[in-house]
């Protein structure tokens, strides 16, 4: 189990774009001051549960429980609380006596979001990976999933996404070079389908980080620190053009993040860590152009 609890600061909490003007009906309308870039700080919680249950068969067939969840009190700007969790159950089982290590995982996943206070997004599905260790460094997990999504919002027409089928296909891979230091990395693609064609979309997703542990400063303290340096890059394109925001252009997105986790472990279960992250998003949508810096750091416990 992993939990945090702290502080985090964003220079622009609301997402609002960097222009200070939105789209409406392809016409541009300046935002008002209320309704503009906003900085905040929030305080938050988060946690994550990993359980294996070992089944003890012949086949070495294991149960994994994963559960995630978050939740956030902004200072100021109430109506961007947010509270979420995830959770994931399902048999990992070998493969076939031929391909030792190779195993394949069939599963359940659903979670559900609120933000202000009222419920945003509940999704249902399932899936299935592969762990392939292809050598003793290195290791490839293949994955499809599809949920069902739901979104309960005001302004269904303005919005982003709605509700309808999200199908997944990607592969996650590691490779340890030494004890010290390693590199993870992630990509994936997303078909979304919705009722209406401009919020159906397509979504490339490529994620690559690099920990690498080293000593403490004090001899006193048992475990090594880690840094890890990250880069993400989403790429989104939507079937047609919204007609109620510009009729004549189609959306497509390119986000940009950038970022640094420090994890400095005081003893072998309490620690601190601090994230720093730069997300900027480019889009041929005025409304959604945003650049965004954020700081997070709090006290951690692994049990």
């Not at 986790?261 to 860590?273: H, R």
């Amino acid at each position: 189990m992993f939990a945090q609890t702290g502080l985090r600061f964003q220079t622009n909490a609301t997402y609002a774009p960097s222009g200070g003007l939105v789209l409406f009906e392809g016409q541009d309308y300046g935002l008002l001051p209320s309704q503009g870039i906003k900085s905040d700080g929030n305080a938050f919680g988060l946690f994550g549960v990993s359980h294996d249950y070992d089944l003890q068969d012949q086949g070495g067939t294991v149960l994994e429980t994963r559960l995630v969840g978050y939740a956030t009190k902004q200072f100021q700007l109430d109506d961007l609380n947010v509270a979420l969790f995830d959770a994931s159950f399902g048999p990992r089982i070998a493969l076939a006596p031929g391909l030792p290590g190779v195993t394949i995982k069939p599963y359940v996943v659903g979670g559900d979001s609120w933000v202000g206070g009222a419920p945003y997004l509940a999704s249902v599905g399932g899936g299935v990976s592969l762990g392939i260790p292809v050598a003793p460094r290195l290791t490839f997990e293949p994955n499809v999933e599809w949920r069902r999504v739901d979104f309960n919002i005001s302004a269904p027409l303005l919005s982003e996404f709605n509700s309808g089928g999200w199908l997944s296909s990607g592969v996650a891979s590691s490779y340890t070079f030494s004890d010290q230091f390693k590199i993870d990395a992630r990509a994936y693609y997303r078909r979304g389908t919705a009722t209406e064609s401009f919020q159906s979309f397509n979504q490339w997703v490529g994620e690559v980080a690099l920990p690498y542990q080293f000593a403490p400063p004090f001899a006193s303290i048992p475990v090594s620190w880690m840094a890890s340096p990250f880069a993400r890059i989403v790429k989104t394109g939507f079937d047609a053009a919204n007609p109620y925001i510009d009729p004549m252009v189609g959306r497509a997105d390119t986000e940009w993040v950038v970022g640094l986790v420090l994890s400095t472990p005081i003893t072998q279960t309490f620690g601190i860590s601090t994230t720093l992250e730069y997300d900027h998003t480019e889009s041929t949508i005025i409304n959604y152009k945003q650049q965004n810096f954020s700081i997070l750091s709090g006290p951690t416990a692994r049990f």
